[in-house]
């Protein structure tokens, strides 16, 4: 390894932070926008946004959703219609007030979010019972005016999908809250390599407007929590606002129950810092842009970028994402930039490789050699590429179980979070506590994990406990 | 045909504006959102726009193009940084002027192409020969405060794709403009199986910042032009303003030259209006949401809903986007319904059909039925939506080569305008004679086809033509 190169990124364990800010700009995946707050997204980063989007287009299609476009720009009066709505993103949203040469009568928001449209579209569309369930979805870029920003984690602008659905009971709604719960799981383990820990949210952290919003909880390297996705069970809170009525089989008007769900770019976030090392990236298969990087060792010499180049041919018919690195670069130069750029396998082909029919094969997550023939390539790679999936899958579980610790004191809550772990505690269920440890420790409360069976007393007061909770500091 | 059900669209050749505007509505292709202008896309318009997306990509990324994302909000200032650019785009801009709770410093427009907030960026991002070209594309959400809108053909909002490109050399860059140009003009063909006419733009109606904007031009039903994509040569305009500069193999700086090109939502107007009827949509099958209904023919009797299943899972097998009709309606409504939808192909059946081992199936674009084996759909059914495909192209193209006309003056371009047709005549190449056919035939200089041999006189002032132009009524 190359010393010179690799300090260019900060200390993973020293300064987690600015290993992050390095990796995500050096491996050319984002650069800042020149409004502050905003982002740009590289090819590099835009290309893993398009491997997670057709991923979970294909499981939300399987779960009955049709993509729709909606509007930009909202009008303000429609924040105001719900209560608890628009106190909770007044201060974040975007305003815009003139257009086409003139001041405009009413301001416009920028979607931070379309409860507020959907719900005023959907409530002209159904109209009979008919009509439901109405499950759409649609993936667009959303706006909310943060004052500390990060690449992907928390930026004015990001790209996102978000699910909009009414329901004609409340049975049928939850089950959709709690199902596409689900997918987001099944995705984040299946596809990013990312356990996940599930589960309801607090009054205080649950999303404006919803009667509960249930969440999902990643563990980063240092230790701190990223939330990854979250559905929200919104009643009749939005149906009763926008006027979602349906009539029923039995002739009279009655509210349907809605939902939401959404991820975002954030999840790109959560990729680098669940699996980054001080190389820099490490990308789980089925996200990386590139699967595979074929590097000609000794390229001078004759036959060695030809012979690199069928191997490239032979990994694309097996459906593989390979590229050759025929740069005027050495041999070990790509190997530093490729491995920082998180590569999940490098092939290494140089004349004596090609005598004995053989190629080195090196693992980002382990980077352990092995040589494989060249004749079998087409069908060990595809099979290696399963294998690095699951392995990374594994070993983020492992680690971040063993980053998972009780506590029954405030203090055990703090010495917990500050060594990087995930604390769970019983807690009475009031605000003050909640805040207390906010305050004292500053963690939040993740999720909830009452089925997990809730403790006796409150980590914090010490009076009866309601509630098991997953305390962290986050993202 | 259910008279009742089909004069609900008007008239196709009596009032084709309304025409437009019943069969977008009434087959929930879109409807019209909150704010004035602005377009809701549903889920069936959205399918369309989807498959579009899926072929355009698949073009764009074999001829280079990588996919990244851009901010939405680009500073006032960006824009008077090229002269001609923010002239022609500063009255149709929407304004952000608070966020976060309060004024901002400067002003923020929501983008309505993006070549001054990319500019900036590939200014940072180019240092050396080495890392031109650079060829991305976003897909993305535009805003353009206009005056008159429709749907899909002009909204405050819509959504497209735009490519941005830098390359070294001028040569290099008018490539990559044609090529793009004969991108768009192959997928017209192919995929939305609408002929075009490709050219140069006049200097009035070239894109605000270019050197020179290549057109393509759709014919609708009318006989009115829809331009359905540009290419732009921008030369060293943008490289100039946004100091795009690069350090050549010689030593010296140099500045780029960069081309844009791009195409929207409107394309699917184009599809609507170039192939409509007065039964409603007409799809080509490699664009459509659904190419294949099978409707149940007497239901109720034993085995007619299972044997459609079996169809649909047979064509569903066959890489066909096929559906079955099981609602409570009678066949006669929908096959009405699914006409207005302009689903390609149609498939009855019903006992006898069964007993007899073969299926209706009729084609939206002629209407003929035909009897086709059960057991060969699997096989028949997609080459016929191949065949459907060509056909719809050749019809096309043959209605359209009949309304193309010469003329050689004034009046003669008005009376072929009013007959809706294209008419190509000579031009000095000066704005006042560009301006006199605005005025007294409302109509536009669509492109130059200079190729085809410049007339020897201007059709209005009959002085020495100069180019051979098409002028049309255009949307």
Redesign the interface.
């Known amino acids: 390894m190359d010393k010179q190169f690799v300090k260019e990124i900060a200390d993973v364990n020293e300064n987690f932070a600015q290993w992050y800010t390095d990796v995500v700009l050096k491996t050319e995946l984002v ?1 800042y ?3 502050k707050g ?6 590099y980063g ?2 893993i ?2 491997n997670i989007q057709k991923d979970l287009d294909v499981r939300f299609k399987e779960n009955g959703a ?10 303000m009066s ?1 924040f105001t219609k719900e209560a608890e709505h628009v106190e909770g993103f ?12 003139g001041k405009l009568e009413e ?2 928001a ?1 979607r931070p979010t379309s409860e507020t ?1 959907i719900g ?2 959907y409530s ?2 159904i109209q009979s019972y008919r009509d439901l369930p109405v499950i ?1 979805n649609q993936w ?2 959303v ?1 909310r ?3 500390t920003t990060r690449p992907f984690l928390r930026t ?2 990001f ?1 996102w999908q978000e699910g909009h659905t009414v329901f004609a009971t409340e049975e049928e709604a939850m089950e959709n809250t709690m199902r596409m719960l689900e997918v987001y799981k099944t995705f984040a383990e299946e596809t990013l390599a990312i356990p996940v820990i599930c589960g309801r949210k607090t009054e205080k952290e649950k999303f404006a407007g919803a009667v509960a919003t249930f969440g999902m909880e990643a563990m980063m390297l240092d230790g701190k929590s990223l939330q990854a996705g979250t559905s929200h069970y919104l009643g009749q809170n939005f149906s009763k606002s926008f006027d979602i009525k349906y009539l029923d089989k039995d002739g009279t008007l009655k509210y349907g129950y809605t939902t939401s769900w959404g991820v975002s770019t954030r999840l790109i976030g959560a990729v680098i810092m669940a699996h980054g090392d001080q190389r820099g990236l490490v990308l789980p298969p089925l996200v990386a842009p590139v699967q595979v990087v074929i590097v000609p060792v000794a390229a001078h010499k004759g036959g060695v970028n030809e012979k690199a180049n069928e191997i490239e041919e032979t990994l694309v018919k097996a459906g593989v994402r390979a590229e050759t690195d025929y740069r005027d670069m050495s041999p070990g130069w790509k190997f530093n930039e490729w491995e920082m750029k998180g590569v999940p396998v490098r092939i290494e082909i140089g004349p004596r490789d090609i005598e004995n029919g053989t190629a080195v094969v090196v693992r980002r997550d382990g980077l352990d050699k092995t040589f494989v023939k060249i004749d079998e390539l087409g069908k060990a790679i595809p099979e290696l590429l399963l294998t690095v999936q699951k392995d990374m899958l594994l070993r983020s579980r492992e680690r971040r179980d063993k980053k998972i610790i009780e506590a029954n004191s405030l203090d055990g809550i703090l010495k917990g979070v500050e060594g990087q772990n995930f604390v769970k505690a019983g807690w009475c269920g009031c605000r003050e506590c909640e805040d207390k440890v906010k305050e004292v420790a500053q963690a939040t409360a993740r999720v909830l994990c009452d089925e997990e069976g809730v403790p006796e007393t409150c980590a914090v007061c010490g009076k009866p406990a309601k509630h098991k909770v997953i305390f962290a500091r986050a993202y």
Not at 66 to 75: E, G, R, S
Not at 90 to 100: S, Y
């Open positions: 650069d926008g020149p409004v905003t982002m740009v997204i590289r090819p835009y290309a946004w398009e049709k993509n729709a476009y909606f509007p930009l720009l909202i009008p429609y007044a201060p974040e949203v975007a305003v815009v007030t003139h257009a086409g040469g301001p416009l920028i449209i005023t579209m002209k569309w759409m667009c870029n706006m005016w943060e004052k004015s602008e790209l």
